[in-house]
């Protein structure tokens, strides 16, 4: 009998991309949901109302598409600093370099003696992928992507702001802050389980934290734009 391939489905991996997304996605639905329902607690017009909502939608995808860019670029280029000062080391003194691997092997239980042939094989065959993964965390193949974040929380938070928005314009007049809290805390509730799936960690837990933390902000900007409401009229 042919022996079964073992797979591991590990979650790390999907890191840069889930992040990205989980935090457009999330951030739409709790930033422009509660913006409209500032807006109507303050006695505004349907039409006001879904103006909000549009320019949250605008202005939040694009902010979230700068922030991502600009933040994981840093990364990247601290990335790229670290890589190119391992090449001049590894230019500059090889064998310091092969001593500290097999250095670095040894701390983790290997006999020196070992740890020096498991230095030498890897170098041989990816001298500065070994130095990059074992010396300082870098797996070239993980690096970070700034234009792969940007695009991917534009995209998410633009399609989730589109939840309260769709909500208000199916809702009648007097189920307006009702259905836009009801169906936005529903989705934020989705998509922190579906996260914390992806992501391996406990459903239950992640779907919660989320869903408070929406709930509260849009209670805040309720009271607010009550607030507001009453004293401009």
């Known amino acids: 009998m042919a022996r079964r391939r073992h797979r591991e489905n590990h979650q790390s ?17 709790v930033s422009t949901a509660s913006l409209m329902i500032g807006v109507a607690a303050s006695a505004a017009s349907k039409g006001g109302i879904l103006t909000a909502g549009v320019a949250g939608l605008v202005a939040g995808s694009m902010s979230m598409a700068v922030g991502e860019y600009v933040s994981v670029s840093s990364q990247r280029d601290a990335e790229q600093a670290d890589i190119e000062r391992e090449k001049q080391e590894l230019a500059a003194e090889p064998r310091a370099e092969l001593h500290e691997l097999a250095g670095i092997y040894t701390k983790r239980g290997l006999d020196p003696e070992l740890a020096m042939k498991v230095a030498v094989q ?30 991917i929380s534009a ?16 809702a009648p007049v007097a189920l307006r802050m009702p259905m836009i809290a009801g169906l936005s ?29 929406g709930g509260l902000a849009m209670a805040v900007t309720a009271v607010i734009g009550h607030v507001l409401g009453v004293a401009a009229g």
């Open 185 to 213: 805390l529903a989705s934020l509730a989705f998509l922190g389980g579906f996260g914390g799936h992806l992501g391996g960690a406990s459903v239950g837990r992640a779907a919660l934290r989320v869903t408070i933390g």
């Open 122 to 151: 890897l170098s041989a065959r990816d001298r500065l992928g070994a130095h990059l993964k074992d010396e300082l965390g870098i797996d070239k193949k993980s690096l970070s992507r700034p234009l792969q974040a940007a695009w």
């Open 155 to 170: 995209l998410s938070f633009a399609s989730f702001a589109l939840v309260p928005i769709l909500a208000l314009l199916v």
């Open 13 to 29: 991996g999907r890191a840069g991309w889930l992040r990205a997304a989980v935090l457009g996605s999330d951030d739409a639905i």
